[in-house]
């Protein structure tokens, strides 16, 4: 994408080619040539929520003028849009409307929107193009990023997905003006699990304009967000397909995706569950050398962004869940720690008997070590 005074521009290179991504307040009210040319005579496909259209629906007029035909399709709000029966109605939905191999999905929502949309767009006809219009933080940092799209199941979160990247990926940091600060947070822990993990200056960063990024202020959010893409695209590129190092991104995830289930993701938003699931993969982490001040970094800045009291979880529950966690191998679980800040470290050699006991300590007091 072109750049200009205000946008951030980024690429991600994949085996299927390569994503341009773009970041800054006001990139959608400005769209790129490059964008309005991929919606340029097509039948476009806008998939969202109630939520988002009403909030930011008329700022994708320009795009809608340039399409050839053009149809919003709503779905439900959070976890309950990423479903099979869902999909099934979309598909159908773009059959009835005449969607061919040349049409194009709009991902214009938070993360299980992107989810499904990119899902939806990647079984369609054998595959057809989209576009991420991620409008939560969460999703601008992380789940609109890097081509993996899927829907749950009962049993377990993202258990039927597939590897489809966007054409391309645009995240407007003025679309956050409007977010709940609860889903705010929720997409901060995102940032901070990538500042663990890979990038220790993102967390400086984070911790010295915390109280800007929880304002919503798009000018400075703009470069945390671009940051920790920047950080996710390397990544990605060396592990397009989670086969060793992306794996790395599941820091807090294996406890986090527990905890949503055991509530019918109900009670944590996913952030909030992945910041509980940092907590809990700290405690792994300083008995395998983690430094006391890199956990209390860690943990303090957990604390600072702000996470609900944690409701009453079973132990057996959560065990049940982690293992039929999608991250699973024949051989079991990886745990995903920084052995030191900015240095993930992916462990298969835990046993259950200390993962269980682990869990019972921290389910009596997570903030504790």
Same mark, same amino acid.
């Given at each position: 994408?072109?750049? $200009?005074?205000?946008?951030?521009?980024?690429?991600?290179?994949?085996?299927?080619?390569?994503?341009?991504?773009?970041?800054?307040?006001?990139?959608?009210?400005?769209?790129?040539?490059?964008?309005?040319?991929?919606?340029?005579?097509?039948?476009?496909?806008?998939?969202?929520?109630?939520?988002?259209?009403?909030?930011?629906?008329?700022?994708?007029?320009?795009?809608?003028?340039?399409?050839? $035909?053009?149809?919003?399709?709503?779905?439900?709000?959070?976890?309950?849009?990423?479903?099979?029966?869902?999909?099934?109605?979309?598909?159908?939905?773009?059959?009835?409307? @005449?969607?061919?191999?040349?049409?194009?999905?709009?991902?214009?929502?938070?993360?299980?929107?992107?989810?499904?949309?990119?899902?939806?767009?990647?079984?369609?006809?054998?595959?057809?193009?989209?576009?991420?219009?991620?409008?939560?933080?969460?999703?601008?940092?992380?789940?609109?990023?890097? @081509?993996?799209?899927?829907?749950?199941?009962?049993?377990?979160?993202?258990?039927?997905?597939?590897?489809?990247?966007?054409?391309?990926?645009?995240?407007?940091?003025?679309?956050?003006?409007?977010?709940?600060?609860?889903?705010?947070?929720?997409?901060?822990?995102?940032?901070?699990?990538?500042?663990?993990?890979?990038?220790?200056?993102?967390?400086?960063?984070?911790?010295?304009?915390?109280? $800007?990024?929880?304002?919503?202020?798009?000018?400075?959010?703009?470069?945390?967000?671009?940051?920790?893409?920047?950080?996710?695209?390397?990544?990605?590129?060396?592990?397009?397909? /989670?086969?060793?190092?992306?794996?790395?991104?599941?820091?807090?995830?294996?406890?986090?995706?527990?905890?949503?289930?055991?509530?019918?993701?109900?009670?944590?938003?996913?952030?909030?569950?992945?910041?509980?699931?940092?907590?809990?993969?700290?405690?792994?982490?300083?008995?395998?050398?983690?430094?006391?001040?890199?956990?209390?970094?860690?943990?303090?800045?957990?604390?600072?962004?702000?996470?609900?009291?944690?409701?009453?979880?079973?132990?057996?529950?959560?065990?049940?869940?982690?293992?039929?966690?999608?991250?699973?191998?024949?051989?079991?679980?990886?745990?995903?720690?920084?052995?030191?800040?900015?240095?993930?470290?992916?462990? $298969?050699?835990?046993?259950?008997?200390?993962? /269980?006991?682990?869990?019972?300590?921290?389910?009596?007091?997570?903030?504790?070590?």
């Amino acid at each position: 994408m072109t750049n $200009s005074a205000s946008a951030i521009d980024l690429e991600l290179r994949h085996p299927a080619g390569s994503t341009p991504i773009r970041v800054g307040a006001g990139a959608l009210r400005e769209p790129s040539e490059e964008l309005l040319n991929a919606v340029d005579e097509r039948s476009v496909f806008a998939i969202t929520s109630p939520a988002v259209r009403g909030l930011h629906g008329t700022r994708l007029a320009e795009l809608e003028a340039r399409a050839a $035909s053009w149809q919003a399709l709503e779905v439900p709000e959070g976890e309950r849009a990423k479903d099979l029966t869902v999909a099934e109605g979309l598909w159908r939905e773009l059959l009835r409307a @005449g969607g061919k191999r040349d049409s194009l999905v709009l991902a214009f929502g938070g993360g299980t929107v992107g989810d499904l949309a990119g899902f939806v767009a990647g079984g369609f006809l054998r595959g057809i193009d989209y576009i991420q219009l991620p409008t939560t933080l969460l999703a601008q940092v992380d789940a609109a990023i890097g @081509g993996k799209t899927a829907v749950n199941l009962p049993e377990a979160k993202n258990s039927v997905g597939l590897f489809h990247h966007p054409r391309a990926v645009l995240c407007d940091t003025e679309l956050l003006s409007t977010l709940d600060p609860a889903e705010l947070r929720s997409g901060l822990f995102e940032v901070v699990k990538i500042g663990a993990i890979y990038a220790p200056d993102l967390l400086s960063r984070v911790e010295e304009r915390l109280s $800007s990024l929880l304002a919503a202020d798009a000018e400075a959010l703009a470069p945390i967000v671009a940051a920790a893409v920047q950080a996710k695209v390397e990544i990605v590129e060396a592990d397009p397909e /989670e086969a060793d190092r992306r794996r790395l991104l599941n820091f807090g995830h294996t406890v986090g995706h527990a905890l949503e289930a055991v509530s019918d993701y109900r009670e944590l938003r996913h952030g909030e569950a992945v910041g509980y699931g940092m907590l809990f993969a700290l405690r792994l982490a300083r008995r395998r050398g983690l430094g006391a001040d890199g956990a209390d970094q860690v943990r303090e800045l957990i604390r600072r962004v702000g996470l609900p009291p944690l409701g009453e979880v079973s132990v057996a529950a959560l065990l049940q869940r982690t293992a039929r966690d999608k991250k699973a191998r024949q051989a079991g679980l990886a745990w995903v720690y920084p052995s030191a800040l900015g240095e993930g470290r992916i462990d $298969s050699a835990i046993d259950l008997e200390e993962i /269980e006991r682990t869990l019972r300590e921290f389910l009596a007091d997570p903030w504790s070590e």
